[in-house]
């Protein structure tokens, strides 16, 4: 995956840079807005990770300018201001995902990772996700593990729907909660892990392999057991 | 030493203009002219009524007069007539008499000199004239009628007009010299009024510029007298009070802050420290980083909130107020949490009414919910057994709308049911859970910010924390009801209310 990281603080540019190679990514390092859009527009990039404050043009006016060329290049905002309405704002400007910095480099990654593989998705989603012998179908709302029909509450199914969907892939807590119950306020407690482990034991229990697996530091990814 | 002259010499020629620029002044100095107007007006109204009724005498004895003579000159000739004006003429303090023949030649009387044509116009002329008996050269005014007797004889009656001019007068003098001790009694008087109000003024100012200069205990002082300036003074204390408060209130949340950021720091701090000195095995400095970055993450979190109750103190308003669906939000809160309750031991137990909507911020609205049933969670569990159900409800109340989150744990005394809105106010009971004591402030912030009130109540056993927020107008389509939709919608349907 090929990453533009537009950060105008050296340090933290460098160590973005350094944590993506190193899980294997290709970062590119662009100092502000004007040269991030020059590279932007470039093109070849799967993600950009833009600062929102940045000196000659700032992150919205970049990611603004980059939709008016039809570039629909994901793009994460990351910012210091994180209050609803700034996320609210950043996301009007047509940025794809928006995290309020401090933020855990794992949280990062696992948004920047789902981005990139949105764009390779064809347009219209499946009806159906597979992952080893467990089946989700979308449309009769029905879930099965080796033929087995398991039956789940409607927010399980939806939890269960985004994990699949993103099967292979690490999810974090507040991918879920935002994604999932559509809500991006401080829950305070780990309410999300309780739900995770409802679903787990629905999913998981009398089958030899687990399916759903807890990255430590990270959330939560759905996988066959088996590989 | 001459500086303490030249600064009062600086004092005092700075006194006057500002005494000019005084409203004191101002207003004493239109007042001045309205009441010299008032004045001049009275007397002058006195004055010409004076002479009106003065004139009418006069003339009323002239008539007389010249019918009493015409009458006598009818009966007698103007023989009769001229004995009589010759005899009358001499009397002491007399009228004007003058008869003359058709020619003009004098023939009777005490009047020595007239303006030439007088006598040519018969009916009543105000004249200078002479006295017979007179040297004086200045001439005497006088009222004065001209009768034309048979044969062509001319009789001239007139009154000296004296007395009326010296009354005159004395109301023409009258009036000056009111006007001039309106002029200096007013302006005394507004010197003195302008000199006490802005000594006052002056007071005021240097207690202000005082509280300026720190001595914020200073306060203005007041008269008794109940006047405007002791109101003004009065709510300028009060403003100060309000001031001192907030201040005292801001020292507060800084002490606080400088208290509850340094605890975990410190601790953040102690924890890396320690791990250098005594981590012996890559996996025990894994965990003390760990550790670490959990402190971190906490201190976040403390930070956001922090900013978010800032914010939302600050009355910001969000641009992201639109009309929302409670029941919605309420419902979905309660299903996120319900997991945990269980876990915790508790039932979580939802008594929502359908199509509850107010105009408000979704994500907020959530976060306040979110806090409350946390709080009812961590808290909430009863001392002696016994039903151990948090409640979640939503329901209409005129024109506002009640969400309530209760439970039947230890509750929260009276006493401190105002303390724990306050920032980083945790109860003694308290400290073994997990938080900050920011939730409640949080949740008072966002209910201020939609127009709503909170209060915790005694839900005996247990807290009941309250939230009022104001309805959401209906959209003028909706307040149409369907045809025949009046005996369905009387009763609320039953099926609505999730059960959670």
Partial sequence: MRLLIVEDDAEA??????????????ADHAPDGLEGYAMAEGGGYDVLVIDRMLPRLDGLSLIR????????????ILSALAQVDDRVKGLRAGGDDYLPKPYAFSELLA????????????????????????????????????????????REFRLLE???????????????????????????????????????????????????????GAGYMVRDGTL | MTAPFEASQRKRSKFLPTLFRTTAFKLTAAYLVIFALFAAFVLGYVAWNAQRLLNDQIRSTI????????????????????????????????????????????????????????????????????????????PS???????????????????????????????????????????????????????????????????????????????????????????LALNLNAMLDRIGELMTGMQQVTDNIAHDLKTPLTRLRNKAEEALRTAKSPDELRAALDGAIEEADNLIRVFNALLMIARLE????????????????????????????????????????????????????????????DNALKYGLPEQGGEAAVTVAARRAGEEIELSVADRGAGIPEADRGRVLDRFVRLDDSRSQPGFGLGLSMVAGVVRLHGGTLRLEDNAPGLRAV?????????????????????????PNPAGLPSL
């Fill in chain 2, 141 to 231: 005014h006088a009222i004065v009628r001209v009768f034309v007797l048979p044969a062509g004889f001319r009789l001239l009656v007139g009154r000296d007009v004296e007395e009326r001019d010296r009354l005159g007068a004395v109301i023409r003098r009258a009036i000056g010299w009111s006007f001039a001790l309106i002029f200096v009694l007013g302006c005394f008087a507004s010197w003195f009024v302008a000199r006490r109000v802005l000594r006052r003024i002056d007071g005021m100012t240097e207690t202000a510029h005082g509280i300026m200069e720190g001595d914020l205990k200073g306060r203005l002082a007041i008269a008794g007298t109940g006047d405007e300036l002791d109101r």
């Fill in chain 2, 467 to 491: 939230i009022a927020l104001p309805a959401a107008r209906p959209k003028p389509v909706e307040t149409l009801p369907p045809p025949g939709s009046e005996t369905s919608t009387a009763a």
């Fill in chain 2, 314 to 373: 600050a009355g910001r308003v969000s641009d992201n107020m639109v009309e929302l669906d409670l029941s919605e939000i309420v419902s979905g809160v309660a299903e996120l949490y319900e997991p945990l309750a269980e876990e915790a031991g508790l039932s979580l137990v939802g008594d929502v009414a359908p199509d509850l909507h107010i105009v408000g911020n979704r994500e907020l609205i959530g976060q306040a919910l979110a806090n409350l049933v």
């Fill in chain 1, 65 to 76: 300018s980059l939709r008016e060329q039809k570039d629909e290049t994901p793009a994460l």
């Fill in chain 1, 13 to 26: 540019a460098a160590y973005l840079t350094k944590a993506f190679r190193e899980v294997g990514h290709v």
């Fill in chain 1, 111 to 154: 948004r920047v990772e789902v981005l990139a593989r949105r764009r390779g998705a064809p347009a219209a989603e499946p009806t159906t996700y597979r992952v080893g012998e467990m089946l989700l179908d979308r449309l009769a709302h029905r879930v099965t593990r080796e033929g087995q029909e398991i039956m789940l509450q409607p």
């Fill in chain 1, 162 to 216: 985004y994990l699949m969907k993103h099967a292979g892939q690490v999810v974090t807590r507040t991918m879920l909660l935002e994604n999932v119950w559509d809500y991006h306020f401080d829950p305070q407690t780990n309410v999300i892990d309780v739900h995770v482990s409802r679903l787990r034991s629905k999913i998981d229990k009398g089958f030899e392999h687990p399916m759903i697996h807890t990255i430590r």
């Fill in chain 2, 63 to 138: 008539d007389a007069e010249i019918q009493g003579l015409a009458e006598q000159a009818r009966q007698g000739g103007i023989r009769r007539l001229v004995n009589i004006v010759e005899r009358r003429s001499r009397a002491p303090g007399a009228s004007l008499y003058l008869v003359t023949t058709p020619v003009g030649e004098r023939v009777a009387g005490n009047v020595e000199a007239i303006p030439p044509g007088t006598l040519d116009k018969t009916g009543e002329s105000e004249i200078e004239y002479a006295r017979t008996s007179e040297t004086i050269d200045t």
